[in-house]
């Protein structure tokens, strides 16, 4: 099974911050990775899609970027709807995988 | 506008057999180029892919789950079924059922609003 793995796992900011999130793959997936937002008591809704991809209606501060084993997601002047956990996952092969998630909190 | 439902009992008893299923709507599950999978989040951990279906029975599953896992597609229903055996108090969970789009990449979109099951005497 390919591991996926975030950093941090959880992070405080403030409304208008800019965030980064790093995702790493056990083994490369070229850009085989997505992002997903899950809000609490929600089910995850994709953000963005092969690696840098933005998925229809999502707002454009998300963006995605890498390839191999190295991703990274990016939210600029951060809202507040948008205090939540985020997880990667790979669709390069099954098992489809996920990181553990990065939950993103209020300062 | 597609939405997926997850239905089922929420309290299964150890080393019964959970059974869920999934209805869509505003779409057809026999659509060319969409799997339907399931996604399993035990209480604040993680998620966890269980597996995917085709409309034609296609299935792929989670190999850590493949002995006790059935997925199967009623196209006459536009449904798609979880079936996982012999559980214990670790398949408790939220059970999410997505549509997978498969093009040159893939992505699950949309999920369903999971339902949550308890494995419990």
């Known amino acids: 099974d390919i591991q996926m793995t975030q950093s941090p796992s959880s992070l405080s900011a403030s409304v208008g911050d800019r965030v980064t999130i790093t995702c790493r793959a056990s083994?490369?997936?070229?850009?085989?990775l997505n992002w997903y937002q899950q809000r609490p008591g929600k089910a995850p809704k994709v953000l963005i899609f092969a690696a840098s991809s933005l998925q229809s209606g999502v707002p454009s501060r998300f963006s995605g970027s890498g390839s191999g084993t190295d991703f990274t997601l990016t939210i600029t002047s951060l809202q507040p709807e948008d205090f939540a956990t985020y997880y990667c996952?790979?669709?390069?092969?099954?098992?489809?995988?996920f990181g553990q998630g990065t939950k993103v909190e209020i300062k | 506008q597609l939405q997926l439902q997850e239905s089922g009992p929420g309290l299964v008893k150890p080393s019964e057999t959970l059974s869920l299923t999934c209805t869509v709507s505003g779409g057809s599950i026999s659509s060319i180029g969409y799997f339907w999978g399931w996604i399993r989040q035990p209480p604040g951990k993680g998620l966890e892919w269980i597996g995917n279906?085709?409309?034609?029975?296609?299935?792929y599953y989670n190999p850590s789950l493949r002995s006790r896992v059935t997925i199967s597609a009623d196209t006459s229903k536009n449904q798609f079924s979880l079936r996982l055996s012999s559980v214990t108090a670790a398949d408790t969970a939220v059970y999410y059922c997505a549509r997978l789009i498969e093009r040159t990449h893939n992505w699950f979109d949309p999920w369903g609003q999971g339902t949550l099951v308890t494995v419990s005497s």
């Open positions: 083994q490369s997936i070229s850009t085989y």
């Open positions: 996952q790979q669709s390069y092969s099954t098992p489809y995988t």
């Open positions: 279906i085709y409309y034609t029975g296609r299935t």
